[in-house]
């Protein structure tokens, strides 16, 4: 019997019925087609009597039986392979041929023999080409593999979320390495971009190096949620790049923001451009993956501020998005200086939209010190209005009935606003809605500690105004009140000493004049209550007590 040119026999004659085995080699085999050639007698045979003839079964056993499990989700490629060796096996390998879009490997395990736990695959075993992934199993399990022995392995490969675009991945990356993955845009488009978040660093910042095209304009949009999108608007349908990440986790607090990479940053002085999106304002917040814990970082910009400062493993958290070119470095620990009393009250004033607030809440001020004083206000605007007809009737032909009408509603529209001043709770509705206004378009940020001093000091004088109004003022009731939303407001700062929080808090000040001012109402309606005469009886001597009654009492 012949195999694919390796021959094998029996010299001998068979009795009706009886049989016998060939042996062969299983490296005879081959994929695909395999030729099998039986012959029977020799050449001695001259055609005299019965022809030679036998009966052939033929087999063979496969060696390695196994099992393919896959799964393709959203983001993630799962394979589950179990593969028996029925024989003795040298230099083992196992394939897993991943597909085209897979950028990385996530997760890379294996097991022996369907017992014990799982192990990680070691990287000096597996290989990762394109995207197809060879395992030594011999590595594993010795070599020759022991006949018997079955070895399963299970792998994950992250894959990249095109939107409006095809890609494929010239070079994934190992799993347990950092992100460093060749792609190709086979097909982009001005409005192409890659979802990133589902990639093993997908909460790092994604950036793009070796760009075949003008990089410039990369970015990566991050979403409060979570959510990353790399965007490349230089590339088009061919480029190709390398994915990589910086050491660095941020995200906005909310709404979204654009991060942009500059060429040769590094590990250990990351640098970063951070730009507004949808919302100018917004606060971020950073987390530097690589640094060391206990040491002090600072989030530094161009001109060398420090906009941020925590100590490892803490967010460093920065109030506005319209930074520009940042950095992470190592700094000093503050000192005590830096979280003084009042250090952060007036945080929100140093941005550059100080004008735009003076105006606005200038506006309200002119219109509640317009309703304390109704009759000089009014007075004040048509005098307005009349010096505006004066100039406007100088006009030739249209300007007299101009004027008139520019005074008519000047003094309409102003007498309106005094109005509107009269009116303590309407005058207090539009200063909260201009305030809640400037804060929603981002003129102005209001941390924790600023928002417990305004909640304070807004109780402390609305509760002072609602008790004089009412008859119901005593100096009792108004510290209970301040004292009790002073209590909440620093427990509401998430301390559990409030003495320590209020201490070191920026609320320190407000209560403190608070407090001040209450001690010396306190102390005035102490004297006006218990004066030296307040006690001894009245003795009039040649008059009479006014009692209310016309007769009066002697």
Known sequence: MEINGETTGYSGSLNDGETISLNASSSWL???????????????????GPEPQVDVEYRHDLESPRTVTYESEA??????????????????????PHARTVVSMRNLEYRLNESGSWSSIPQSTANLSETTLTVDVSDL?????????????????????????????VQATPVGFDLDSRVRLDSWSSDSYLGVDETPQGSLVHYAENESYSAESDYVELYGDGRQRFYAPNASSGSKMTLNTLPV???????NMRVRVPENTNTSDPQFVVEPASVVGDSWTAEYVAGTDETWYA???????????????????VSRDDVGLVSIEPTDAPSASTDSVGGGVFATATTGNLPSLVILFGSVAMLFVAGTRPASSRDAVAGIAAG?????????RVGGPLGSA?????????SALVSVGENRLLTGAVGAAVAVAAAEAGLFTIGSETGAILAVAGIAVGSLWLLRESGEFTTARWIAIVGIAGVVALQGLGEADLLTELVNSDAFLILVLIGGYALIQLVREYRANNGPNDDRPQVVIGGRFDSGDDEGSN
């Open 388 to 396: 505006a007809d004066s100039a406007i009737s100088r006009i030739p």
């Open 299 to 317: 989030i530094v910009d161009e001109t060398g501020d420090e906009l941020a400062t925590a100590q490892q493993p803490d967010s460093l958290r």
């Open 30 to 48: 081959r994929e695909g087609t395999n030729n099998v050639t039986i012959g029977v007698g020799d050449e001695s045979y001259t055609g005299a």
């Open 141 to 169: 399990a010795g070599n020759p593999v022991p006949e018997g022995t079955t070895v399963e392995v299970r792998s994950t490969g992250s894959r990249l979320k095109p939107h409006n675009a095809e890609i494929s991945v």
């Open 406 to 414: 520019v005074e008519a509603a000047v003094s309409g529209a102003g």
């Open 75 to 96: 983001f993630s490629e799962r394979y589950n392979i179990s593969k028996t060796y029925t024989t003795a096996r040298e230099d083992a390998t196992l394939t897993v």
């Open 249 to 255: 986790r941020a995200a906005p607090e909310q709404n």
